[in-house]
T-cell receptor
Framework: KNQVEQSPQSLIILEGKNCTLQ??????????LRWYKQDTGRGPVSLTI?????NTKSNGRYTATLDADTKQSSLHITASQLSDSASYIC?????????FGAGTILRVKS | DGGITQSPKYLFRKEGQNVTLSCEQN?????MYWYRQDPGQGLRLIYY???????QKGDIAEGYSVSREKKESFPLTVTSAQKNPTAFYLC???????????????FGPGTRLTVL
């Protein structure tokens, strides 16, 4: 069964600290992996997209990594800001279908 | 949210009533999608359309209906047959690749539907 598991379910960090969110998937065949940011009550916004041959992709303070052998991805946030408080969703594409993780809820405190 | 609008933002419905959620995009995208989001779960695909006058069922189409009469519009009707309609509904659009619909999807701001 195609599944995307994200951890932790929720996370609280202090402003200025770094954090790493995890995504494990059992999706096959694999086309690409995306990370989305979803603010409360809003639609998700794409942060990064990685294909099978890409190990890392950055977007400002966001850096995503992909290990296609172990089927794991991570999203690292550097020097967190209050505006980073959101849900982060990992999405894997397979055979023209998107499989969504449940997301990690991040709260950045001042 | 890009060029995708959804209305209304909040919607209340009595049991037994049908209700239609609006989704409009000005991105000139061929493909459009409807998802349902419930707490603690990933987004689930209800319906999608790759081209005008054509649409396909997603994973949870029962109790829902759609139409695609115009490229810009993809309304979703939640019928009384949907047993648990209270949820956050998201519309998205993307360009259409030759092989399918795997290009980056751009999401609207969502509609929160509550059944009273």
């Amino acid at each position: 069964k195609n599944q995307v598991e994200q951890s932790p379910q929720s996370l609280i960090i202090l402003e200025g600290k770094n954090c790493t969110l995890q995504c494990n998937y059992t999706v096959s065949p694999f086309s690409n992996l995306r990370w989305y940011k979803q603010d409360t009550g809003r639609g998700p916004v794409s942060l990064t997209i990685m294909t099978f041959s890409e190990n890392t992709k950055s977007n400002g303070r966001y850096t995503a990594t992909l290990d296609a052998d172990t089927k794991q991805s991570s999203l690292h946030i550097t020097a967190s800001q209050l505006s980073d408080s959101a849900s982060y969703i990992c999405v894997v594409t397979t055979e023209n279908k998107l499989v969504f993780g449940a997301g990690t809820i991040l709260r950045v405190k001042s | 949210d890009g060029g995708i609008t959804q209305s209304p933002k909040y919607l209340f419905r009595k049991e037994g009533q049908n209700v239609t959620l609006s989704c409009e995009q000005n991105l000139n995208h061929d493909a459009m999608y409807w998802y349902r989001q419930d707490p603690g779960q990933g987004l689930r695909l209800i319906y999608y359309s790759q081209i005008v006058n054509d649409f396909q069922k997603g994973d949870i189409a029962e109790g829902y209906s759609v139409s695609r009469e115009k490229k810009e519009s993809f309304p979703l009707t939640v019928t009384s047959a949907q047993k648990n309609p209270t949820a956050f509904y998201l519309c998205a659009s993307s360009t259409r690749t030759s092989g399918g619909v795997t290009d980056t999807q751009y999401f609207g701001p969502g509609t929160r539907l509550t059944v009273l």
